[in-house]
């Protein structure tokens, strides 16, 4: 039963993204823009911390 309202919930999603799109668009832009600088992040962290053991 909870399997099938999760299915439910997501289709219900998909249809109100595909309603009304400009609602959900800034909001995947966000998301977006997080995980770009979160992995930015990431990898300029690891580059410093390569750099600095290999001193």
Do not use: C, Q, Y
Not at 9 to 30: D, G, K, M, Y
């Amino acid at each position: 039963m909870i399997m099938i309202s999760g299915w439910l919930s997501i289709f219900e999603l998909v249809a109100i993204i595909e309603a009304r799109p400009w609602v959900a668009a800034p909001v995947l832009a966000l998301i977006g823009l997080f995980a770009w600088k979160w992995r930015r992040d990431k990898k300029k962290h690891e580059n410093t911390s390569t750099s600095m053991d290999s001193k």
